[in-house]
């Protein structure tokens, strides 16, 4: 994997000192990575004892929290302990008094209060400042009744009182407070020794949040665990947050990153699918847009977005998913982000109220994902954002062979009926010859460049002394590796 180089690193670091020095938080704290662990990381400003902050400083990372909340309940629904589409009644008897917003509407499910989908309205406010209520708190905030937005199951909206309801599910299976559950089944077992539930177990120095009054910083307190700690409550690093990005984009890599140490290397079940609490096939689950948020949702956004269990996955047009989540409390922010074609992700953090380090996190991925693509056009090969399928190589060097070699009986051999039915082979060996000359193409060339979209799909360039000839296939959905789609175009040199 090409990793970025110096100079973008210079320059995401930059952009995290630019913040301290226009007053957007009294520190910032940054770390990029792949699947092989933390790649580099850097810190800004005064972590309040006159030392700028590393990787092992610790912040409240707020909602990043919800994918370890997610992920707890998850492994218990694997164990079989639980169903997602289990009514929230079964584990929470108190929400039986709450009116739903229509005769007809369902329970809010496991599921709905996963996928942010159960109808409750967004709750950010209001919910940051519930962390320390007590389960019998909950309770009667819900036995004094819900406001809905929605019929549960119809549409999403950020919910926090949802997570802290699966909180109290993940409590209830386990016969165990929450913070301890997750504690114990996810993130000791992954050696995220130094991400906790409360500050006063923190190993590293913990940061003071701050608020901004007038032209002074004001620090707030820092409540303890309770009832909603599972939609926010975490302290962590940037060393742990990047082992846990790591650690959920590994999933669709296919095999453990090889780095001493982590987890997914460690931990391998028989049938090469189980690496730490989670299996790969449940992790990538868990990165899947299960509910499409509105784009009204996201102001400024340009990317298609939803929502999977902990987790927002947008769809990128170059790089395809990048998964990731925001943490936002006051005193706090904190953002992390990956490509799951690349692994390549950014973690930051800030101890400010409102900082949104999520533009820089992002502006800063962006960055390194763009580095990273340049390197491997400069090496003479672009990284295919998929892992392109052994049956699509195999179409790949058959194609090769014919266009170099061109004969219509094996050409059949290779393609679907539908090929020559949709332009029949005597139309596509005088198109091949035209663009052949057109840029002086050499047809038995190594390719040049390539792209996929699909493990199905590749296009690759041949190099022409006047330019490129591009040649795109897609397979057929049969198990032969058959050729439904191919095109052969020229691309001249500009003049």
């Excluded at 159960?118 to 940051?128: L, S």
């Excluded at 502006?363 to 003479?380: E, P």
Aim: glycine letters at 10%; charged letters at 20%.
């Amino acid at each position: 994997m090409t990793r970025p180089s110096p100079a973008v690193i210079d320059v995401v670091d930059a952009l995290h000192r630019q913040r301290v020095a226009d007053g957007i938080a009294p520190s910032s704290v940054w770390g990029v990575f792949d699947r092989d662990g933390l790649v580099a990381s850097g810190g800004a400003g005064d972590r309040g004892d006159g030392t700028v902050p590393d990787a092992d400083t610790v912040y409240r990372i707020a909602s990043c929290t919800k994918s370890v909340t997610a992920t707890t309940l998850l492994g218990l629904v694997g164990d079989g302990l639980l169903s997602l589409d289990d009514p929230v009644t079964d584990f929470v008897p108190a929400f039986r008094s709450v009116v739903l917003p229509t005769a007809d509407s369902p329970v809010p499910t496991v599921r709905m209060l996963l996928t942010m989908s159960a109808g409750f309205p967004t709750d950010d406010p209001w919910g940051d400042r519930q962390e320390s209520i007590s389960d019998d708190d909950l309770d009667d905030v819900l036995r004094a009744g819900l406001l809905f937005d929605s019929v549960p199951g119809t549409r999403f909206a950020y919910s926090n009182l949802g997570y802290a309801l699966l909180g109290r599910v993940v409590a209830v299976i386990a016969g165990a407070p929450f913070t301890a559950v997750a504690t114990d089944r996810v993130l000791r077992p992954l050696g995220l020794d130094d991400t906790v539930f409360a500050a006063r177990d923190a190993r590293g120095h913990v940061v003071t949040g701050y608020r901004r009054h007038g032209s002074e910083w004001e620090a707030l307190t820092t409540p303890g665990p309770g009832a909603f700690s599972p939609i926010g409550g975490l302290f962590s690093t940037v060393r742990d947050l990047a082992r846990w990005g790591s650690w959920l984009a590994a999933a669709f890599e296919g095999t453990a990153p090889p780095f001493p140490g982590h987890p997914a290397a460690a931990d391998t079940a028989a049938d090469g699918d189980q690496a730490g609490p989670l299996g790969t096939a449940e992790r990538r689950a868990m990165q899947q847009a299960m509910r499409m948020i509105p784009a009204e949702a996201l102001p400024g956004s340009t990317r298609a977005t939803g929502y999977g269990s902990g987790l927002f996955v947008e769809h990128d047009p170059v790089v395809g998913s990048i998964v990731s989540h925001s943490g936002g409390y006051p005193g706090f922010s904190a953002h992390m982000r990956w490509s799951v074609s690349t692994g390549i992700g950014v973690v930051a953090f800030e101890n400010a109220t409102q900082a949104k380090v999520s533009a820089a996190a992002a502006q800063a991925h962006d960055l390194v994902l763009a580095d990273v693509r340049s390197a491997g056009d400069a090496a003479g090969t672009r990284v295919p954002p998929t892992t392109v399928s052994p049956e699509t190589r195999a179409a790949q060097a058959a194609v090769q062979g014919l266009l170099a070699d061109w004969d219509d009986e094996r050409a059949a051999t290779i393609c679907t009926p539908n090929v020559p039915m949709d332009v029949p082979w005597d139309r596509r060996r005088a198109a091949l010859a035209t663009a052949v000359e057109a840029v002086g193409a050499d047809l038995r060339a190594t390719p040049v460049a390539e792209e996929s979209s699909t493990p199905t799909h590749l296009r690759w360039w041949l190099p022409g002394e006047r330019g490129r000839l591009r040649v795109e296939i897609r397979l057929a959905p049969l198990a032969a590796g058959l050729v439904q789609t191919l095109t052969v175009r020229a691309e001249p040199t500009p003049v």
